[in-house]
C-alpha cells in the first residue's frame, strides 16, 4: 500500500512517498521528492511511486496488488504493468459519496421532492454503511459489488428479495424497517442517481478486493511528528527526520497491548471493535544509530 505526504499545506517543496507491506505492516521504502526532481508537486507522488517499483523490482520483490487512495496517474501506472492487480481504498470513496447523499436529503423548502426529498434525511450514515458492506461482501465480483449496490434502493423500499440471506432483513420474520420506507419516485431517482455515480459504482473492478491504505495514513501521522507542516526543512534535514520517522514505525508497528477499551457508542456501530490500549513506544533504533555513529569514528 502506498501514499503521499507533502511537506507543506499548498504547492509543497518535499513530498513523501511510502510503501508499506501488507502483511508486516511495515515500510519497504520511503522516497523523498523535491522540487527539483519536479517542479509540479502534483506530479511527485507518481514519481516517488516509479522510483519504488524500481528499488523493488532491484531487490527481487514481487508485487502483487497495489492499494492506494485513488491517485489516477497511479491507476494508469499499476494497471500499464499488467501483472499487478490495483486497488483503491474504499474509505476515501466511500466518505465522498456522503457528499451528494447530504444534498439530497436537504435543501431548500422551494426545492422539496425536487432536487431533495425528506424520505432520505435519515439515511446519510446508512447508505454510506451500505457501500462499506457490500465492498466486503462482492465475493470480489464487479457485478456482484454493482447489483448489490443497485439493491439498497430496493431495501429502503421494504422489498428484501434479493437482500443478502444472512441480513436481519431476510432472517427476521417481525422485521421491521427503522429508516423512512420510500414510497415517491423522486425520494428513489434521487437515491438511485447518487448510487450510480458513485466512484465505486462506476469503477468497481478497483474495489472488489476491499484493500484499505489505514497503516499509511497512521504513517503519515507518525511522520507529522518528526516534520511539522508549519516549518520549512533544507533537504537534508528533511531526508534525516523521514528515515527517522521510518525507523520509529517499523520498531513499533502492531507492538503488544495491555487490554481493548470498548466504548459501545449506539450511534457509531462501526466503532464497537475496540480500542486498543498499546504498550508505551521504545527507541531502541537511537542506540542503534549512537553505536553506528561512534563505530564509524574507529
Known amino acids: 500500500m502506498t501514499d503521499a505526504r507533502h511537506g507543506w499545506r499548498i504547492n509543497a517543496k518535499d513530498s513523501n512517498v511510502v510503501a508499506i507491506g501488507e502483511k508486516i505492516h511495515k515500510v519497504l521504502k520511503c522516497e523523498h521528492i523535491t522540487k527539483s526532481n519536479d517542479s509540479v508537486s502534483q506530479r511527485h507522488e507518481k514519481l516517488g511511486t516509479q522510483r519504488i517499483y524500481h528499488y523493488l523490482e532491484g531487490q527481487d520483490v514481487q508485487v502483487n496488488v497495489h492499494s492506494h487512495d485513488r491517485n489516477l496517474s497511479i491507476n494508469k501506472l499499476v494497471k500499464d504493468k499488467g501483472i499487478i492487480t490495483n486497488q483503491n481504498d474504499p474509505w476515501h470513496a466511500i466518505k465522498k459519496v456522503k457528499v451528494p447523499m447530504k444534498r439530497v436529503s436537504a435543501g431548500p ?177 537511537r542506540e542503534s544509530i549512537w553505536a553506528r555513529q561512534i563505530n564509524s569514528f574507529y
Not at 454510506?128 to 456482484?144: D, G, L, M, S, Y
Not at 470498548?262 to 504498550?279: D, Q, T, W
Request: charged share 30%; proline share 5%.
Open 109 to 285: 423548502k422551494y426545492l422539496k421532492e425536487k432536487s431533495w426529498s425528506a424520505q432520505l434525511e435519515d439515511k446519510v450514515e446508512s447508505v454510506a454503511t451500505h457501500f462499506h458492506w457490500a465492498v466486503r461482501n462482492c465475493e470480489e465480483n464487479p457485478k456482484e459489488l454493482k447489483d448489490v449496490l443497485l439493491n439498497i434502493v430496493e431495501h429502503y423500499k421494504n422489498n428484501h428479495q434479493k437482500c443478502h440471506p444472512d441480513s436481519r432483513c431476510k432472517r427476521d420474520t417481525n422485521y421491521e424497517p427503522k429508516r423512512i420506507v420510500l414510497s415517491i419516485t423522486i425520494a428513489e431517482k434521487l437515491l438511485l442517481g447518487v448510487i450510480r455515480k458513485s466512484t465505486i459504482y462506476t469503477h468497481p473492478e478497483d474495489y472488489v478486493l476491499a484493500k484499505d491504505t489505514c497503516y499509511v495514513e497512521s504513517f503519515n501521522n507518525t511522520m507529522n511528528i518528526f516534520q511539522d507542516k508549519r516549518i520549512t526543512f533544507r533537504d537534508d534535514n528533511y531526508q534525516a527526520r523521514s528515515q527517522l520517522a521510518v525507523c520509529h514505525w517499523n520498531e513499533n508497528v502492531d507492538r503488544d497491548f495491555t487490554s481493548i477499551w470498548n466504548p459501545n457508542r449506539r450511534n457509531a456501530p462501526r466503532s464497537n471493535i475496540g480500542k486498543k490500549n498499546y504498550k508505551p513506544p521504545t527507541y531502541h533504533y
